[in-house]
């Protein structure tokens, strides 16, 4: 049977490595593919009310980011095209783990993307932030990360905030880069916001809050301690339609 056009999608992009050309490895050897597999399958379920919302993963062609090539941005790039192709101007949520989130908010100028959910992102210093502009960035960090930055996750949603987009860091104490310790909390959270930012669900009201937030505010500000976030009670659910792609 065919694959119904889709209303609504959410990228999932795994992890990588700093450089490297050849090509991931297969299946269960691919080990930022598994990663991303539980988160994969939270928000699969809690977009589930809504059927025209397809979650899909990105394939890299390479396993490094690679410089100046950007391997996985483009490969993100492509898919964005074919979906725009197939289903016209959908709105996008691109849900991407360590390298997998920063070629998300490379590639957040795409005019499908409406949001970035970032989970222990790369955001190296002088990443661009313009690509951001009218777009909603959740970035989730754990504190104790000895892989990528904390601190160059808030500077980036600051960033961002000043160039025009709608930011928030929420850290998540006592976790790692690879999800482990605290998993369930990454999950639920992941598919929380994914609902919330397609207009499924609300998102967490300490979230919007800090999207409101005007641009001028400090770093500090648009950052939240997932202890202090009211979640327990929330489920992603479906309580409306998806809300239309931007203009």
Do not use: K
């Not at 993307?113 to 989730?140: H, I, K, S, Y």
């Not at 998993?183 to 930012?197: D, E, F």
């Not at 609300?202 to 400090?218: E, I």
């Amino acid at each position: 049977m065919a694959e119904r056009t889709p209303s609504a999608a959410v990228l999932i992009l795994h992890g990588g490595y700093e450089t490297g050309i050849e090509a991931p490895a297969p299946g269960a050897l691919n080990l930022p593919g598994l990663r991303m597999l539980p988160v994969s399958r939270v928000v699969a379920r809690a977009v589930r009310g809504d059927s025209g919302v397809r979650v899909q993963r990105v394939r890299y062609t390479h396993r490094g980011w690679n410089g100046s090539r950007e391997d996985p941005l483009h490969d993100a790039l492509r898919v964005l095209d074919a979906l725009r192709r197939e289903a016209g101007d959908i709105p996008v949520v691109l849900l991407g783990h360590s390298m997998g989130a920063r070629a998300a908010l490379h590639a957040a100028g795409h005019p499908l993307v409406r949001a970035v959910v970032g989970l222990a992102p790369w955001c190296p210093p002088g990443d661009p932030v313009t690509q951001l502009a009218g777009r909603d960035v959740v970035l989730l960090h754990s504190t104790r990360d000895r892989v990528t930055s904390p601190l160059a996750s808030q500077s980036l949603t600051a960033r961002a905030r000043r160039a025009g987009a709608r930011t928030c860091l929420v850290t998540i104490p006592g976790s790692d880069h690879a999800m482990i310790r605290r998993a369930p909390a990454w999950h639920h959270l992941a598919g929380l916001l994914v609902t919330g930012l397609l207009g499924m669900t609300p998102v967490p009201s300490r979230v919007a809050a800090a999207f409101g937030l005007p641009p001028g505010a400090a770093a500090s500000e648009g950052t939240l301690s997932l202890d202090g976030l009211d979640t327990d009670g929330q489920r992603p659910r479906r309580c409306g339609a998806v809300r239309g792609g931007r203009g």
